[in-house]
């Protein structure tokens, strides 16, 4: 009988013990894990004698730290809160019958009394004195609350509010928005008022900053705190705060993301994976990969990379300089904020005072100088970089430059655009130039200059990424490094590689269709081309093909124009920078709309038009093949650099020989508009605008009556000239501004070498317009670009 009795006792025990934790009624909300800045150190103790152990998990599965002189207010919240009543209870603030929804074998909502005071939201069975309490969800300034939705409303016919704690959330529902709307608002104004809490890491980081001239009280608090110290256990909370239930992550939600608490234990046991892995690159590129999706894990990773490379038990393994090497990664890629910035910096100059002339001390020194250049990066280093990081050496770059030339440079992830085209300059001899030069990112079919201040590696990723996505014949993405600014065309050397460069641009716009000229022009400019590649004509030589040589829309129009019904087929569309011939025809040509007898005999019709069109482009390109050649056969004996200068000499005779031309969709301005596409043209000395294949502009602004120039809105560039308002819309908003930014630079450094200085450029309060002004600022635009 008495065994029976105590196993009737241990299985009521067990069962009441059950019922607690599903009505949560010894919720401990209150940790050791979070603690209010009022309660940080205790009366009557230093600093380093704080004292936090290594997160352990327990035999019940709850989660536990161990730490010394915790506020005994702080660990009897919740249990003394138990022991109330509704009799006893505290000053509320809002309480009412809410739903709230219970997870067991199905998700179900259930009737409680909700009461809200000062420091949790609680629940009972009932309003009524007596009422058994539920359960209990302390407020801290690291709780959230999510507002009422339509969706959830139109779901459930009910007004939602989620209140998320520590452990636990709360999802409450009403028929009432404003019902919903005021408990809401009430939570959280009670969230907003409590004090910031702290995680026994930062009060430790504070204790080490506090004591970094005392080695000896330093060397205690490290000894006396394994949570600052390396482990190869799991870590079950973040190492700092993070909001209960944050909403940041949702904005990645399509990569997969939980909350960032979750986020953070994750990355963890990601660097613990370090130690084995085979490959460590793809895990290193996932952790860099997370913090920049999520910007609050970028401290959080720093401070457990500290934490792992304190007290290593095998320091100089190749598995425990993993984590030396994700440093190293981290700190070539993301600041960390500036309180864990200092711990960093003392946790650097502690390894290498303590463990001088080895591998850490060397990676040490790499951070810190890496952590003096860093900017937040647009991307995530690619594969090439990590494996050069990893090694503390720097990446191999290849830059082309006009004609089939290149030339290598070493970079790091902190070299810019503007450090690659001065190591250029001086690698080709052009600094004395009066010319600026820019790099270029280029494929087949695109081109665009890049910014100044870009950081060369993340170009460099970029094209990663994009030849994994793209066609192979747009895939080859490069960098160039090509004329910018052209201010003097006619101080140019004929002897000089920059002579090369005007030259190899200007066949690029006559190629693109951007010079206006007369066919026999273009017939000359095709066959020096040929001479300056070739030589003297022969046989045997093998010829480029035609598209090479000269403007693909002059034939698309000849042909179009002797087609006896032009009005079936398409009209002619100038090809698009860089595009070549083959791209300018829609495949809409071939495509029919409906599948009847009328539809099946337009599209029949379609085809054969298109046949036709494209079998006279190949006779009319055949003809104007030879014409070429012919004029080939009469150049013998003209050298490389005669034909260049022959070459430029009729190109130079268009008015706006030098500028960079934009296409223009559209064109307002108090003389009227225009609706076709059109060319802006930026010069050294004015700004014009073209129709397209017209060698006179339409009209022309020289720079001194620009009075100021800028985007107005997402696609409209507006330029004001006297009391003139000229609107473009135009795509390449950005690249005009850069250009316009920098020719007024030049302009202004030229004149300000002089006593007429009387142009200067300052920037207004208005976004993205610069103004001229009459009086004298020492401000520049940057070179040889501006970002908008």
Same mark, same amino acid.
């Given at each position: 009988m008495p065994l029976q009795g105590v196993c009737w006792f241990l299985c009521c025990r067990q069962g009441f013990s059950l019922l607690g934790r599903d009505y949560g009624e010894k919720e401990e909300e209150a940790s050791f894990e979070l603690r209010n800045k009022e309660d940080l150190t205790p009366n009557g103790r230093s600093p380093a004698e704080v004292t936090v152990s290594q997160p352990t998990r327990t035999a019940n599965g709850t989660n536990g730290h161990t730490v010394s002189e915790v506020n005994e207010e702080m660990k009897s919240l919740v249990i003394e809160k138990s022991k109330m009543g509704l009799e006893e209870e505290p000053e509320v603030l809002v309480k009412g019958w809410l739903l709230r929804e219970v997870r067991g074998n199905w998700i179900k909502q259930r009737r409680y009394w909700f009461m809200l005071s000062q420091d949790s939201l609680d629940y009972y069975t009932g309003p009524e004195k007596g009422a058994r309490r539920l359960g209990t969800l302390v407020l801290t300034n690291l709780c959230s609350v999510i507002w009422p939705d339509k969706q959830t409303y139109k779901e459930t016919g009910h007004w939602s509010i989620t209140v998320y704690g520590r452990k636990h959330c709360y999802r409450l529902y009403t028929k009432h928005f404003n019902e919903a709307v005021h408990w809401a608002c009430a939570i959280q104004k009670i969230i907003d008022t409590k004090a910031p809490v702290e995680t026994p890491t930062q009060l !430790? =980081?504070?204790d080490i900053e506090e004591n970094k001239f005392n080695p000896e009280a330093v060397e205690h608090i490290y000894q006396h705190n394994p949570i600052l110290k390396y482990t190869q256990g799991p870590l079950y909370a973040p190492l700092l705060p993070f909001p209960y239930g944050s909403l940041e992550h949702t904005y990645h939600s399509g990569k997969g993301y939980g909350s960032v608490r979750e986020e953070a234990v994750k990355l963890f046991n990601c660097l613990q994976q370090l130690e084995s892995a085979w490959e460590p690159v793809p =895990? =290193?590129?996932?952790v860099l990969q997370t913090c920049? %999706?999520?910007?609050? !894990?970028? %401290?959080e990773v720093y401070c457990q990379l500290v934490k792992q490379t304190s007290y290593t038990p095998a320091p100089y393994t190749a598995a425990h300089l993993r984590y030396w090497q994700l440093l190293t990664c981290m700190s070539c890629t993301f600041l960390p904020g500036p309180t864990v910035l200092k711990y960093l910096r003392f946790h650097l100059k502690r390894i290498q005072s303590q463990s001088p002339e080895s591998e850490m001390d060397n990676y040490a020194s790499f951070i810190s100088e890496a952590l003096e250049k860093t900017k937040c990066r647009e991307c995530v280093p690619s594969w090439e970089e990590i494996q050069m990081l990893m090694s503390r050496q720097e990446m191999l770059c290849t830059v082309h430059?006009?004609?089939? !030339? $290149? /030339?290598?440079?070493?970079?790091s992830s902190h070299t810019t655009a503007n450090e690659v085209v001065r190591r250029m300059q001086e690698k080709l001899g052009l600094q004395e130039s009066k010319n600026t030069f820019a790099l270029y990112e280029q494929n087949a079919l695109w081109e665009q200059p890049i910014t100044g201040s870009a950081l060369i590696a993340d170009i460099l990723t970029r094209f &990663?990424?994009?030849?994994?996505?793209?066609? &192979? $014949? &747009? $895939?080859?993405?490069?960098? /160039?490094?090509k004329l910018y600014c052209l201010l003097d065309a006619d101080s140019i050397s004929v002897d000089s590689i920059e002579y090369i460069f005007l030259f190899e641009q200007c066949h690029e716009m006559v190629v693109r269709g951007q010079l206006p000229a007369c066919e026999e022009d273009l017939h000359a400019l095709a066959s020096l081309r040929l001479q300056c590649l070739m030589g003297d004509f022969s046989t045997h030589a093998p010829c480029p093909p035609l598209d090479e040589l000269f403007p693909g829309h002059v034939l698309e129009a000849r042909v179009l124009m002797s087609l006896s019904a032009p009005q079936t087929l398409p009209p002619c569309q100038v090809a698009a920078q860089g595009c070549p011939t083959t791209q300018r025809f829609h495949t809409g040509l071939l495509a029919g709309a409906l599948w009847s007898h009328t539809a099946t005999a337009a599209h029949k019709q379609k085809v054969e038009q298109d046949m036709r069109l494209r079998s006279r482009l190949k006779e009319e390109g055949a003809t104007v093949m030879v014409s070429i050649l012919e004029r080939w056969k009469g150049l013998a004996g003209y050298s490389r650099r005669d034909s260049m200068a022959a070459y430029l000499t009729i190109a130079r005779q268009w008015s706006g020989f030098g500028c960079t031309l934009y296409e223009v969709d559209f064109y307002i301005s108090s003389t009227g508009s225009? $609706?076709?596409? !059109?060319?802006?043209?930026?010069?050294a000395t004015s700004v014009s605008l073209y129709r397209q294949g017209e060698a006179e502009a339409l009209e022309s602004f020289p720079y001194g009556q620009i009075c100021s120039y800028g985007v107005s809105d997402s696609n409209t560039f507006k330029i004001t000239a006297g009391d003139r308002d000229l609107l473009f819309e135009t795509t390449k908003l950005t690249e005009i501004m850069q250009l316009m930014n920098a020719y007024f630079s030049a302009i202004h450094r030229e004149r300000g070498k002089g006593e007429d200085a009387d142009i200067t450029i300052t920037e207004s309060t208005e976004v993205g317009f610069h103004h001229l002004a009459l009086t004298h600022t020492p401000t520049l635009l940057e070179l040889p670009s501006h970002p908008v």
């Open positions: !430790l =980081i504070r =895990i =290193i590129q996932g920049l %999706d999520l910007r609050p !894990l970028r %401290d430059y006009p004609g089939p !030339l $290149s /030339c290598q440079l070493y970079i &990663e990424n994009l030849s994994t996505k793209e066609s &192979e $014949s &747009e $895939s080859h993405w490069k960098l /160039c490094f225009f $609706s076709q596409k !059109l060319w802006l043209g930026v010069a």
